[in-house]
Each structure stands twice: as structure tokens, then as C-alpha cells.
């Protein structure tokens, strides 16, 4: 056989065998066309600079202004279950979009609070169609599922803290989103990432004034600039590498 053509068939080969990190979630994961857009930046466009991608490939799936809801009613999960293979990982992010109505002429994404089976029927404005709207959970636990029935390992991560302070601590999401996505881990049996956690502690430590300057736009409170894409997509590494025998870590530089 032709050396060339050796090396070509051989790095094809590597390139179908070699597993995906697809992650999925709103504009804190991947702000616009990922190139910084208002000088805000989502924290997956740097979370391939800790993984050794030649054995491993990285794949931002996320899109701005999605909740867990319109993630999926807009075909973008289809998309990603498509390709998923098993052996492959699927990291979300989802909540920073959920809380809004669930039928409001501008992008009706709104989810129901909670994890349970409430579901509610709307007529939805986007589209002009009727839509049955489930819960947060509902739609966690779906993703979750489907990923699991094709092989790959879904993790979920609990959204990452807005800049919002009261009594010189930052809001945590302990009784809403954060709180939501870890019960349905537990329940679907996945893995979870306390991301809300991880990220708080740290602004706790640098205080107000820091945070503000340092990781986040003057735009608003949600958006993070280039430093503070980079702390959280330090900080679900560590989340990464704080669960124990999880097979990704193995692809982790230095590892």
C-alpha cells in the first residue's frame, strides 16, 4: 500500500475512533459566533485548551438565548443526538433562559419551575402553533435519557452565578436552577458538576469590585468578558477532575 495513502487511511481512522466532548447550553457557553461578540465570551470557547485533542475532539454546540426548552424545540439537540456515538460525552449548561414566560411574543422559552410532570399547553407566538411546555427538569431529563440510549455520558452542569450581590456574597442558584439540575442528575443518574458552587466560591473570595472589573462587560450581569470565560471554563475542569473515575479526565493534558 502506498505510505501516503497509509497515513491518510490511518488518520481517518483515528479521527472516527477518537470520542467527542459536545457541550450544550445557552450564551455562557457560547456567546454568538463564539468570537467574542460585545467582547462577551462563553466559557466552552476555552475549556479545549485543557484537553489533549488529538485523542479527544471538542464540539461547542451551545447557542445563545436557548433555554432547556427551546434547546430542543428548535431542532439543536437533534442535531447533536445525531452524531452522538457511544463512548462520546455531552456536557449542558441550561437555565439562565428558563425563567421567562412561557408564551411571550419575543422568544417564548420559558420553562415550568421545577422537575416534575407538570406540562401546560400554549399557543406559541414564535411559531404559531400549540406547544404542550414541560418543566425544567422534564427537559434535563430528556437530554439525560437520550444521551444514555446512545452510548454517550451526559453530565450536567449547574449554571453559572450572574453578577448579582447582596450582603457582599454573590446570589447562588441553591433553590432554583442550580438546585433543579443537581436533583436531576441524581435522578437520571448522571454525572453533575456544582458549577454554580465552584464559580461563587471563587468571587466570594475576590469580593464586588473585582468580579465586576475583572469577569464581567458593563452591558449586564450575566455576560462574561474573556477573564471570566476563562475562570469558569477553569472551573468546570476542576469539576471534571473532581469526579472520581470519570473516563475523561484521561483525556485531560497532562494526564
Known amino acids: 500500500m ?40 462563553g466559557w466552552g470557547h476555552f475549556i479545549g485548551d485543557y484537553f489533549d485533542t488529538t485523542r479527544i475532539s471538542i464540539s461547542n454546540r451551545a447557542l445563545g438565548g436557548t433555554s432547556s426548552r427551546s434547546y430542543q424545540t428548535k431542532g439543536l439537540w437533534d442535531s447533536v443526538l445525531a452524531k452522538l456515538k457511544p463512548g462520546d460525552y455531552v456536557i449542558m449548561q441550561f437555565g439562565h433562559n428558563d425563567g421567562g414566560p412561557l408564551d411571550d411574543t419575543a422568544r417564548a422559552r420559558g420553562t415550568i419551575k421545577g422537575t416534575g410532570e407538570e406540562s401546560k399547553e400554549i399557543f406559541n407566538p414564535i411559531t404559531k402553533q400549540q406547544e404542550v411546555v414541560h418543566t425544567y427538569g422534564w427537559y434535563l431529563s430528556k437530554v439525560i435519557k ?62 464586588e469590585t473585582k468580579v ?13 468578558v474573556e477573564a471570566g470565560a476563562k475562570l469558569n471554563a477553569a472551573e468546570v475542569v476542576e469539576g471534571i477532575k473532581s469526579l472520581k473515575g470519570f473516563t475523561l479526565n484521561k483525556y485531560l493534558k497532562g494526564r
Open 2 to 41: 502506498n505510505k501516503l495513502l497509509l497515513i491518510v487511511l490511518l488518520f481517518i481512522g483515528n479521527q472516527q475512533s477518537k470520542p467527542t466532548l459536545f457541550l450544550i447550553g445557552d450564551s455562557t457557553v457560547k456567546n454568538g459566533k463564539d468570537k467574542g461578540d460585545n467582547g462577551q465570551w
Open 212 to 224: 465586576a472589573s475583572t469577569y464581567f462587560g458593563t452591558l449586564d450581569h450575566t455576560h462574561t
Open 146 to 207: 437520550e444521551a444514555k440510549a446512545k452510548g454517550a455520558i451526559p453530565v450536567v452542569c449547574s449554571p453559572i452565578p450572574r453578577n448579582v450581590w447582596k450582603e457582599g456574597k454573590v446570589a447562588r442558584s441553591t433553590e432554583d436552577y442550580g438546585l433543579w439540575a443537581k436533583q436531576v442528575a441524581g435522578k437520571e443518574g448522571a454525572l453533575f458538576i456544582e458549577l454554580n458552587g465552584l464559580i461563587s466560591d471563587v468571587y466570594d473570595k475576590e469580593g
